[in-house]
């Protein structure tokens, strides 16, 4: 049989001390009914149930239109005998909603319409769970989507931590105050994540929150992030010195190697083109550039065609796109996870043999746009120009109205480029390799 009781809810309080009151349903189940009320415990009768002292009439008078709703509702599924199947889920869906109605045939069904003098209004705090997924039905791009899903997994991962006893979808954001964000950034380092790896979840937390705020869902009065500053560390830098550089790209792989070593430097004659964006290039236009709107940014971008990259991307070639990774792969990230993992493993089998650190161990597609920005800084390129090629800086009207100097981006990748080819050290570098045709050792001067 279907019961309920009006509870102050002990499993989390506000970082004012104050609890909210709910109504406890049981029918199949449990559920809580929040009432949007605080209190302190010494302004809660326990007997009674009911509030005392300050605004103790107003509060009691809510809690009254509530109790009265839950019970009439719970006299018409009497009647109509359906008491005895129905679930606490679906009584508070109906309480939520407004009530109930009726059909044509005299059916309680849920009303469509919120009476105005239930306890909860607009303003109340929102499901934690069901605020998410209307973020997560809105957004377009995979990758975004992808981090928002692991925030809501690894947050109820941590509420069901710290709350055995209660079910993760009754959280709201009055419950997300700075303790429960500093006990939710404490639980992430236990579980090993980095700093950075949890500013990523932390981030997402935030903009949620405030994207609640925006929508009257979530109240200022107990944000978190006033309070908790999410830190950040920097990152090491991902740029190869000229002689790596050099000798990845004249390096003796396996054939099924070349490929990602191609990719690589095309990435790296593209001013470190995001392999989204890379991938889904359709043409080259008749002035001899690709043009695209970045992924990231969502801004028009044009590069020249030099001819290190028009040799790479004629080599691998697609039918609908101008390289055939999406053809072969289907999937950007895909490609990019078996970039990297080759990446890493190119020459590993040779200086296993000679007992060597392996010289790419440590590579990704990201470091051709990092290498690409750190020998253009040393060749003196001026640091907007550099700003201006890798794509950074926030979009702003400029942009529109402003036509950029294309031609001194075309001129800065043409001299990195240049440096590249024309490197020549004093004291060239003679590398061992070993090469498993002939069993014996070549030199190669890098």
């Known amino acids: 049989?279907?019961?309920?009781?009006?509870?102050?809810?002990?499993s989390r309080s506000r970082s004012d001390g104050k609890k909210q009151i709910v109504a406890n349903v049981s029918a199949h189940g449990n559920a809580l009914i929040r009432t949007g009320i605080f209190i302190l415990d010494t302004e809660w009768d326990t007997k009674k149930r009911a509030v005392t002292g300050k605004n103790a009439r107003i509060y009691n008078r809510a809690l009254d239109i509530l109790i009265g709703s839950i019970q009439t509702t719970f006299n018409m599924l009497f009647l109509q005998q359906k008491i005895k199947i129905i679930t606490a889920k679906e009584i508070k869906q109906i309480i939520e909603s407004g009530g109930y109605e009726y059909s044509e045939n005299n059916n309680l069904v849920v009303s469509t319409k919120r009476p105005k003098n239930l306890a909860m209004t607009d303003e109340d705090s929102a499901c934690f769970f069901d605020f998410i997924d209307e973020t997560l039905a809105r957004i377009n791009k995979k990758k975004t989507r992808e981090t928002y899903a692991g925030t809501k997994e690894k947050i109820r991962q941590f509420y069901e931590s710290e709350n055995p006893a209660d079910s993760a979808d009754e959280l709201t954001f009055d419950d997300i105050d700075v303790a429960f964000v500093k006990g939710f950034d404490s639980y992430m380092e236990k579980k090993g994540l980095a700093v950075n790896s949890r500013s990523i979840y932390l981030k997402k937390l935030r903009k949620l929150y405030?994207?609640?705020?925006?929508?009257?869902?979530?109240?200022?009065?107990v944000y978190p992030f006033r309070k908790f500053k999410i830190k950040i560390e920097d990152t090491k830098h991902r740029d190869m010195e000229i002689e790596d550089l050099i000798l990845l790209r004249d390096y003796a792989c396996k054939p099924h190697q070349q490929q990602y070593i191609d990719m690589f430097f095309l990435g790296f004659y593209l001013i470190g083109i995001n392999m989204i964006d890379l991938c889904n290039l359709t043409e080259i236009t008749k002035s001899g550039r690709v043009e695209f709107r970045r992924s990231k940014s969502g801004r028009i971008y044009s590069i020249k065609m030099e001819p290190e990259a028009l040799e790479v991307i004629n080599k691998y070639r697609g039918k609908k796109y101008l390289i055939d990774v999406m053809e072969r792969y289907g999937d950007y990230a895909n490609y990019l996870h078996m970039l990297n993992k080759n990446l890493k493993e190119i020459g590993a089998d040779k200086q296993e043999k000679k007992k060597q650190k392996q010289p790419f161990s440590h590579l990704s597609w990201y470091y051709a746009r990092h290498t690409w920005?750190?020998?253009?800084?040393?060749?003196?390129?001026?640091?907007?120009?550099?700003k201006m090629a890798l794509g950074h800086g926030k979009k702003t009207i400029t942009d529109i109205y402003i036509k950029r100097n294309q031609k001194k981006v075309d001129d800065a990748n043409r001299q990195v480029i240049d440096y590249l080819n024309n490197y020549k050290k004093e004291n060239q570098k003679i590398i061992n390799l070993w090469d498993d045709k002939e069993n014996q050792k070549i030199a190669i001067n890098a």
Not at 1 to 10: C, E, K, R, Y
């Open 210 to 221: 405030n994207d609640a705020i925006d929508e009257n869902k979530a109240s200022l009065e």
């Open 373 to 386: 920005a750190t020998i253009a800084a040393e060749l003196d390129i001026p640091d907007d120009i550099i």
């Open 1 to 10: 049989m279907a019961s309920f009781s009006i509870n102050l809810l002990h």
